[in-house]
């Protein structure tokens, strides 16, 4: 009997791929593929008033966005999908920041201490206030408009008290004078700045008064360059699976600025902002120049091969202590057996070859790869199907033993062009021990 996935994806670069990889599989699968551009069925109510799911009993594989995904069945056991239920501690940066600090205090000469910038946290009060009136207005509804302007500086100001004393501290010269101020969760690059001075920090944060978390980063302000002179970071491809083995894709892609760095000039975004959604704002955005994979940096001469090898260790070890970071936090990373998640890690490389974690991202966009490098697209797919679907519903899946925590790499175990690099000894809540009771 044909197993049945349902594919709800709204991105038809990534849809596409994903179907074909499907049929790849010897006609083992029936997909069930929605029109994405259809308004969303209204779930009918069941019993006790819970909204039942528009997903059919049959389907036993969901690939779905996460508030789509049919949570009861997935704590059930019944259902395999391809999100966790918490992860904002690794996608949320305040909250990652906190996970990585406390790793770091535990694990003085991890790799990972070396690779973290020092963080401020800034947390904005909301900018909704109560009037005389009793009832809560947002800043921009009626009332006094400089009483909210007024209540508003006031909140900032708060939330960056010891922000302000760093920045004196810069002005005397004892301190990293160049600061990166990012949203907890991002948006496309829209509100990253990077800083210098109090008040750009001040501005910024008023500027997007909607944002109440933020955090405030050590620039990495000598990077390693290339192609005469630009800056770039790293795109990792990971795969999370079950509770827990975590797989990093060997292609690396990296992101490229369109014009030369200058240290200097902290303003052109062009030059120190990598994001791909930035750089396409350029008039003379050029994707072929702009993203490039990893081992073509070192085909084009512009690293060495040993120095690409070395760069890819210290990814692979830092996925790995980042996951161990947010093991066992299950309010902030909560694994279950059935379930698995991509996700985007960024990194950047400094001059000395250090390579420092930007953060990270659930849902990578993908198609930001390009169409020059579908086929890295492609391939990931096809190697997150093997060691997610294969795994659970196949026998050609080969169990993988522990990995070892005993050197400063782990032992690197493969699955066509992905590299595990954690795999839980033991097992977390969820899985055996975790079942679901009725209300």
């Known amino acids: ?129 109560e009037y005389g009136d009793g009832e809560q207005h947002d800043s921009e509804e009626e009332g006094d408009e400089g009483d909210d302007d007024y209540l508003i500086d006031m909140n900032i100001e708060e939330a960056l008290i010891d922000v302000e004393q760093l920045f004196a501290r810069i002005e005397e010269g004892e301190v990293h004078p160049y600061w990166i101020l990012k949203p907890s969760l991002g948006n496309k690059g829209a509100e990253i700045t990077v800083v210098n001075d109090y008040q750009t920090v001040f501005d910024t944060i008023k500027q997007w008064k909607d944002v109440c978390e933020w955090v405030l980063q050590q620039y990495i302000d000598r990077p390693l360059l290339v192609y005469g002179g630009k800056k770039f970071h790293m795109r990792v491809h990971v795969v999370a699976v ?73 990814i692979k070890t830092n996925v790995r202590e980042i996951f161990r970071a947010v093991e066992n936090q299950t309010g902030a990373f909560l694994v279950l057996k059935n379930c698995f998640e991509l996700f985007g890690f960024d990194f950047l490389v400094d001059e000395q070859l250090n390579v420092w974690i930007l953060e990270v991202n659930a849902g990578p966009d993908m198609k930001n790869t390009g169409d020059r490098l579908d086929h890295v697209v492609s391939s990931f797919l096809e190697d997150v199907l093997t060691v997610t679907v294969d795994k659970n519903f196949g026998e050609q899946y080969a169990t993988y033993p522990a990995v070892s925590d005993d050197s400063e790499t782990a032992t690197i175990l493969q699955e066509g062009r992905l590299h595990m690099v954690y795999n839980a000894k033991s097992p977390q809540w969820g899985t055996p021990n975790m079942s679901y009771i009725e209300d």
């Open 1 to 129: 009997m044909k197993k049945v996935a349902y594919l709800h994806e709204t991105s038809p670069y990534v849809k596409d791929r994903l179907v074909h990889c499907f049929e790849q599989r010897k006609g083992e699968w029936d997909v069930i593929v929605p029109d994405v551009s259809a308004p969303p069925k209204k779930k009918k109510t069941g019993k006790k008033g819970k909204p039942q799911s528009t997903i059919p009993k049959e389907v036993c594989f969901q690939w779905d966005d996460y508030e789509n995904i049919d949570w009861e069945r997935v704590l059930k056991g019944d259902l395999f999908c391809n999100s966790y239920c918490f992860r904002k501690g690794l996608t949320r940066k305040v909250q990652l920041s906190k996970h990585i600090e406390h790793y770091n205090a535990k694990h003085p000469t991890s790799l990972l201490r070396q690779s973290s910038p020092q963080t401020w946290i800034i947390e904005v009060p909301s900018t909704t206030f």
């Open 242 to 314: 079950g509770a827990l083995q975590v797989f990093v894709h060997q292609d690396v892609i990296c992101l490229i600025t369109g014009v030369p760095y200058d240290r200097e000039d902290i303003t052109n975004r062009y030059a120190h902002i990598t994001n791909s959604c930035v750089q396409r704002e350029h008039s003379e955005f050029d994707e072929n120049a702009t993203v490039r994979l990893l081992s073509e940096l070192e085909d084009d001469k512009e690293i060495t091969r040993d120095q690409s090898k070395l760069i890819f260790e210290k």
